[in-house]
């Protein structure tokens, strides 16, 4: 195929581009291209698989992550978890990591972002730029089998978590991951303004049920999951979910950049 009949082939509408396609850059393109993309009547993910675990919280170690005005809540908990994405509306198959903290902005309940790890470069600039999810590289392993999910996570040569879960009886109910507030910080050191924002997307379970998980937390100078997380999981869940995008990123208050420099070996190493 030559260079001029190439650029005619443009990514589907399902998402996934033909291994010919090549952009025409041009505005209609693009704006077409960010319209499907965020399209809150279309599913961005499906058949989203989640391996999930609810871990208690070292509370001065959590604030030391948390940006002023976001505090942890009563419960001192968090969401960790380990989900595998096999199908996007933005051409990417990858996997994800996260620690997703339990916490209040002023009377208002939520969570906050403070790590979170994938294996593809496309979900890594998108997340960050338009979320706040301070995205870094690693590798994750996924190995589902009929009974249950052993996934593993490593960053530079160490293992942050290992954890396999067996699964149990369906539930009607399970703590929300991504279909909640959030409070998360968009802004680097520079010329933008570190702001604060809420979002939330919109989730449509196809299963849900209860897991016994065997979790093992490691940690680094850069991803100190050991000093966050105080004790074994609370409870545990493995879903599957469609996922939509929800309502896009609202500003709810200015972010010191002290707590970027101060987050960076963290957010940005």
């Known amino acids: 195929m030559t260079a001029q009949s190439a650029s005619k082939v443009q990514m589907s509408e399902e998402g996934v581009a033909p291994a010919d396609a090549r952009p025409e850059f041009t505005f209609e393109e693009a704006k077409g291209d960010l319209r499907r993309r965020q399209n809150p009547k279309a599913d961005k993910y499906k058949n989203a698989k989640f ?3 609810t871990v208690p919280i070292n509370r001065e170690a959590a604030d030391h992550v948390l ?15 380990v989900v595998d ?26 969570a906050h972002c403070p790590w979170i790890v994938v294996d593809d470069d496309t979900a890594l600039i998108g997340g960050r730029d338009t979320l706040g ?24 040569g160490v ?12 539930v ?11 409070r998360n910080v968009i802004g680097t050191v520079g010329l933008s303004v570190p702001r604060l924002v809420t979002f939330s997307t919109v989730d449509h379970p196809l299963e849900q049920r209860s897991a016994d998980v065997d979790l093992t937390v490691g940690g680094s100078y850069t991803d100190p999951l050991d000093t966050l997380i105080s004790g074994p999981p609370l409870n545990a869940h493995y879903r599957r979910v469609n996922m939509r995008v929800g309502k896009l990123p609202l500003p709810v208050g200015l972010v010191s950049p002290t707590f970027l420099l101060r987050m960076h070996p963290m957010r940005d190493s």
């Open 133 to 156: 999810f301070p995205k870094k590289i690693a590798e994750i392993e996924w190995s589902e089998q009929d009974d249950g999910v052993e996934t593993v996570v490593r960053r530079r």
């Open 85 to 110: 994405y096999p199908w996007t509306n933005f051409n990417s198959t990858y996997h994800e990591a996260a620690l997703f903290l339990n916490v209040k902005h002023g009377p208002f309940r939520a």
């Open 67 to 81: 940006p002023a005005g976001v505090k942890m809540d009563e419960s001192s908990t968090a969401t960790l978890f």
């Open 51 to 53: 391996l999930s675990a």
């Open 172 to 182: 009607d109910s399970v703590p929300p991951i991504f279909n909640q507030p959030f």
């Open 159 to 170: 293992e942050l978590i290992r954890m396999s879960g067996k699964f149990g009886e369906e």
